[in-house]
């Protein structure tokens, strides 16, 4: 139980051009979705919150703008970078948690993502 | 201070022996304490949760935790070359900005097992 997937698991795509990526919880209900961004050899960072039906909560540092994040039902929250720059190119990874297990979360596969 | 600190390594160990992963956390008053693995290139997968002081095992781990030191640690058993990844502590703060169910990710510690 407690599957996550993402989709899609690579992308590439040019400078300026915007990208959405899916996270799905297969089993379970998710009340809370995270997105995070890692960097080689670097540790997760937390970009935002989201919980259903609700606008996410952003940490600071990151632009909202640029990562918009939509969690329209308890199984499906999707992360769009708008307008990429290479510099956006990363590692990104969502995480679910159920409402009978709040704390625990569960990592989807990750996207990685090249911009041109 | 960090908020939840790990060595990064690496720890190198030899096939068969036991690992140790250590990992401090700020806030006294944390109730929720777990360990992921992250090979390289992949998502991080959880291992184990600790609630309790003490110890807790599954196979070939057991977490440690002392609440009154803010330390948990991960032991790993019979180490082998597969264990080979980056381990995460991540720690659900009870300081007064979460969210309630944010965790507190360690940078991690890289564990080598060497055959």
């Given at each position: 139980g407690a599957v996550?997937s ?12 915007s990208?959405?990526?899916?996270c799905?919880s297969?089993d379970?209900?998710?009340t809370?979705?995270?997105?995070y961004?890692?960097?080689p ?5 937390l970009m935002?919150?989201s919980n ?13 703008d640029?990562?918009?994040i ?6 499906l929250?999707t992360?769009?970078v ?6 956006d ?11 009978g297990e ?14 041109l | 201070?960090k908020e ?6 690496p720890?190198s160990?030899p ?8 990992c401090?956390?700020s ?13 390289s290139?992949k ?5 184990m949760?600790i ?6 095992e599954d ?5 440690q935790l ?8 991960l032991l790993i058993?019979d ?7 980056t381990y995460?502590?991540?720690?659900n703060?009870?300081?007064g900005?979460n ?11 890289r564990?080598?097992v060497?055959?």
């Amino acid at each position: 139980g407690a599957v996550v997937s993402q989709h899609p698991s690579r992308v590439i795509c040019k400078s300026g051009t915007s990208v959405k990526i899916e996270c799905r919880s297969l089993d379970f209900q998710a009340t809370t979705m995270f997105w995070y961004r890692q960097f080689p050899k670097k540790s997760l960072m937390l970009m935002a919150t989201s919980n259903e039906g609700s606008k996410a909560t952003y940490e600071q540092g990151v632009e909202k703008d640029k990562f918009l994040i939509n969690h329209a039902s308890l199984t499906l929250s999707t992360l769009t970078v708008t307008s990429a720059h290479p510099e956006d190119s990363s590692f990104y990874i969502c995480s679910a948690s159920t409402a009978g297990e709040t704390d625990t979360q569960y990592f989807g596969p990750g996207t990685r993502l090249t911009v041109l | 201070q960090k908020e939840v600190e790990q060595n990064s390594g690496p720890l190198s160990v030899p096939e068969g022996a036991i690992a140790s992963l250590n990992c401090t956390y700020s806030d006294r008053g944390s109730q929720s304490f777990f360990w992921y693995r992250q090979y390289s290139g992949k998502s991080p997968e959880l291992i184990m949760f600790i609630y309790s002081n003490g110890d807790k095992e599954d196979g070939r781990f057991t977490a440690q935790l002392n609440k009154a030191s803010q330390y948990v640690s991960l032991l790993i058993r019979d180490s082998q070359p597969s264990d080979s990844a980056t381990y995460l502590c991540a720690v659900n703060l009870s300081s007064g900005n979460n969210a309630g169910n944010m965790l507190t990710f360690g940078g991690g510690t890289r564990l080598m097992v060497k055959p």
